[in-house]
């Protein structure tokens, strides 16, 4: 079982690329999300996608983007990318959909904007 | 809205010695809590849950109890070990509608032999 995969597991880039981070999960769950972690400031919400066709924005959504086509994938976009977004992205999953409310996480990328 | 304080690290403990690792939260109603525990190079771990006041949860020697009165969810672990050299976040989940976790900042701790 995989669980949740990401890919790539680190990347530099440079400033105006765009870039796409990619987040796989095998559980079927319906909820997906997108964190960064940044030192000393923990983990915050990107976007989320309650179920496959539907998406929200969480605390820090300016200069990202994401689509949910279906169950299994939830691609995070960078258009064109800036410095302050150096960070480690974190994608998530849940199956809220009987109320339960605890989230997987996979092994996150580091993206480093130049 | 929700949040959730957690004391800040980073901590430094003997192997042996006993861990607190203090959390509070903020939320409407009843939230479910949460520590996710982060190993070095590696995602976010669920290392234990509680879902309603007095529920104690427990794994890995860890415990931390729901406390409705001071609005707490500290975690404990009486004997702790090098291979918990980690860094630990207190999260909570209020439901009605939204799925998302609000974390805390994370604390990190370091156990030396």
């Known amino acids: 079982i995989a669980g949740i995969t990401q890919a790539p597991t680190s990347q530099i880039l440079a400033a105006g690329r765009r870039m796409t981070l990619r987040c796989t999960q095998d559980?079927?769950?319906?909820?997906m999300y997108w964190y960064r972690q940044d030192l000393g400031l923990g983990l915050r919400l990107i976007h989320y996608s309650n179920t496959a066709g539907t998406t929200g924005k969480g605390e820090v959504p300016d200069g990202y983007s994401v689509s949910r086509a279906n169950t299994d994938d939830f691609p995070l976009t960078l258009a064109s990318a800036v410095p302050s977004q150096t960070s480690v992205y974190f994608c998530a999953s849940s199956d809220s959909r009987a109320g339960a409310d605890t989230q997987y996480f996979g092994p996150g990328t580091r993206l480093t904007v130049l | 809205g929700n949040s959730v304080t957690q004391m800040e690290g980073p901590v430094t403990l003997s192997e042996e010695a006993f861990l607190t690792i203090n959390c509070t939260y903020t939320?409407?109603?009843?939230?479910?809590l949460f520590w996710y525990v982060q190993y070095p190079g590696e995602g976010l771990q669920l290392l234990l849950k509680a879902t309603k006041a007095d529920d104690k949860g427990s794994n890995k020697g860890f415990e931390a109890t729901y406390r409705k009165e001071t609005t707490s969810f500290h975690l404990e672990k009486g004997s702790v070990q090098v291979s918990d050299s980690a860094v630990y976040f207190c999260?909570?989940?209020?439901?009605?509608?939204?799925?998302?976790?609000?974390f805390g900042k994370g604390t990190k701790l370091s156990v030396i032999p």
């Open positions: 559980m079927r769950h319906n909820a």
């Open positions: 999260a909570s989940y209020s439901g009605a509608g939204s799925y998302q976790l609000t």
């Open positions: 939320a409407t109603g009843y939230p479910s």
